[in-house]
Structures are given as C-alpha cells and as structure tokens.
C-alpha cells in the first residue's frame, strides 16, 4: 500500500514508541568512557552528568554505557578464572538445559531427538548385563 505522497504506508501499532537508534559512540567518546570506567566501575549524579555533558551525550546514554561495559567486565572476569566463556561456546546453556530436561526421559529408555536432529534411545542397565556385552 502506498500513501499519496509519502511512500510506503506502514502498518505499525500509533501507539508504540519508534524503534531507538543505536548510538554510534566516537573513538574519543569511547576513550573517555573506557578512562572514567577505569577509575570507577560506577558512574553517579553529578559526575555522570557532567560526563555526558562534556562527551555531548545524555545521561541515559552514558548509564547504559556502564551498564553493558560492567556486564563485558564480569564477563571478562569470569573466562580469567578458567570457567568457559559465554562467548566461547555460544548456545551451549541451551543444549545444557535440553540435557536436564530429557535426563528423566533417556534413563528410562524411552525414545528422544537430539537437539541436532538425531535420533536416540537410551536404557538403563544393570551391572549383570554390562558384563554380556
């Protein structure tokens, strides 16, 4: 559908909020933010705004900097101490729940679908016949 004069007509519900613009931060934004979270991980009041006042930024948006750079920080933290990184094995919390979930399942013997597609049955068995085998 077209609307005359103003191109394509857009069926979006009038009473939502356009979608945010991503901010695109400057190399010497993301110098001074990365300089002041070095100092301190935890940017309030005043200091805040006078951060995002001098890097011509609005406070959210500087909070929200924090925010995610604290989250990067924690997971930084966490590959260092030798726990696998969230970024290195991607997805793997879900194959990881699927596991939990169908645990009861496959020691029962019944029947299930691997996460990949596979087919698999798995049954329970006792010490006399793990010796047959």
């Given at each position: 559908m077209q609307d005359p004069g103003n191109g394509p007509l857009l069926l979006a519900n009038p009473f939502r909020k356009p979608k945010r613009i991503r901010t695109a931060f400057t190399p010497s934004q993301l110098l001074r933010l990365e300089h002041a979270f070095e100092k301190n991980h935890y940017v309030v009041g005043q200091e805040r705004k006078h951060l995002a006042q001098s890097l011509s930024l609005t406070e959210t948006?500087?909070?929200v900097w924090f925010q995610n750079r604290r989250t990067k920080h924690k997971r930084e933290q966490q590959g260092d101490?030798?726990?696998d990184s969230p970024t290195k094995h991607r997805g793997a919390h879900h194959v990881n729940r699927w596991r939990q979930a169908t645990q009861q399942l496959t020691s029962?013997?019944?029947h299930?679908?691997?996460p990949d597609g596979h087919d698999e049955t798995k049954s329970t068995s006792s010490?006399?016949?793990a010796g047959s085998r």
């Open positions: 948006q500087v909070k101490d030798g726990r029962t013997g019944e299930t679908t691997t010490s006399s016949d």
